[in-house]
Structure formats: C-alpha cells, structure tokens
T-cell receptor, first 112, second 112 residues
Framework: AQKVTQAQTEISVVEKEDVTLDCVYETRDTTYYLFWYKQPPSGELVFLIRRNSFDEQNEISGRYSWNFQKSTSSFNFTITASQVVDSAVYFC?????????FGAGTTVTVRA | DGGITQSPKYLFRKEGQNVTLSCEQN?????MYWYRQDPGQGLRLIYYSQIVNDFQKGDIAEGYSVSREKKESFPLTVTSAQKNPTAFYLCASSGLANTEAFFGQGTRLTVV
C-alpha cells in the first residue's frame, strides 16, 4: 500500500523567512508520481508541481523549489522569502496510475 | 469556464438520513475522485472512477456509495451507515493516468 507522511503539522514563520516542508513516501511500485498541492482558506486545492519517479532533478519555480531524493523517499518543498499570501495548508501526494493518496498536510502560517 | 462544480457548498442533514453530494466536471476528464477531509487528517480517498460505469473503493468507502453513469458526473451518497459523516468533501478529476487532479471547491456536510 502506498503512504505519504508529512511529519510537520504546523509551521509558523515571520515574513521573508524560508520554510521547508518535509514529505516522505512509501510505495512498492517503481513507477510513480509525486505532487504538491496548496489549500488556501477558501478550501479549493491548487496544484503546484508533479514529479515522476525517474526524474530526480530539483526544480525551482519563482520562490518555490522542490528537492526529490529517491534514496530517502523524500520530496521536500521550500518556500524562499515567504509572504503572508503563502499562508495555507500544503499537501504532498503520491499517485500510482489513478489512485492519488495524500499526506495529512502541513499548515503554514506566515506572520507579517 | 472549465472546471469542477460541487454543490451545495454547505449542507445540513439530520442523523439517519441519506444525502447526495453533487460533482460535475466539464474538463472531459476520464477519472474522478471523492475525498473526505477532517482536521489534522488530510485528504482520505473515498471512491474513484477511471471510466464511465466503473469505480473502485478508496481507503474509507464504508458508509458511502457512488455512481458514474455519465463522464461528467460522479455523485456521492453519504448513507446512514456512515458513523461520522460530518466533514468537508472534495471532488476531483484528472485526465490521463498520473496527471494532476483538479479540485472543486468542496461541500461542507454537517449532520445533526
């Protein structure tokens, strides 16, 4: 069975600080996909990134960056120079074909 | 506008009554999903459907039922057998396997 663990329940930072969200996954498949989603207070989940199991290159998109390490089964997410608008719940997810499983989420609060 | 529509946004029911949550998508996606979100537990998969007239149980299917008679519609019925039905319910859809899922705005169900 696949499993996604986000050990950090809540993180609080002051604006402009960097914040890193941890994600550890378990799967028996050799082919799988990993995702990060953001859930603002409105409730709707917003897709941030998708990474397949064969692509271990790190990715940067503006203030967001992702570090995928297959050896440790981790797919961590860093927000650089955080802003108040980054306050949300962030979910890591694992996909095997059509079954998409989520972690418990990390609530990020950025204080002005 | 293309997207996923869940209705209603808020729903109240008396204990012991069945209730059906609506989910419609106009993205021409084959796969559709239902998730339940409780505080601190992230998103848990209830049911998913890869094609019309076919669906699979997720991790917490007991007390729920679904149908997929049309590609664009995937209604969820919360039956009286569900012991703790009060939660936030999210519907999603995706195209090809392992691609990102798009989410609706959710339905908050309260059973009194």
């Amino acid at each position: 069975a696949q499993k996604v663990t986000q050990a950090q329940t809540e993180i609080s930072v002051v604006e402009k600080e960097d914040v890193t969200l941890d994600c550890v996954y378990e799967t028996r498949d050799t082919t799988y996909y990993l995702f990060w989603y953001k859930q603002p207070p409105s409730g709707e989940l917003v897709f941030l990134i998708r990474r397949n199991s064969f692509d271990e290159q790190n990715e940067i998109s503006g203030r967001y960056s992702w570090n995928f390490q297959k050896s440790t089964s981790s797919f961590n997410f860093t927000i650089t120079a955080s802003q108040v608008v980054d306050s949300a719940v962030y979910f890591c997810a694992l996909s095997e074909i059509y079954k998409l499983s989520f972690g418990a989420g990390t609530t990020v609060t950025v204080r002005a | 506008d293309g997207g996923i529509t869940q209705s209603p946004k808020y729903l109240f029911r008396k204990e012991g009554q069945n209730v059906t949550l609506s989910c419609e998508q106009n993205l021409n996606h084959d796969a559709m999903y239902w998730y339940r979100q409780d505080p601190g537990q992230g998103l848990r998969l209830i049911y998913y459907s890869q094609i019309v007239n076919d669906f699979q149980k997720g991790d917490i299917a007991e007390g729920y039922s679904v149908s997929r008679e049309k590609k664009e519609s995937f209604p969820l019925t919360v039956t009286s057998a569900q012991k703790n039905p009060t939660a936030f319910y999210l519907c999603a859809s995706s195209g090809l396997a392992n691609t990102e899922a798009f989410f609706g705005q959710g339905t908050r169900l309260t059973v009194v």
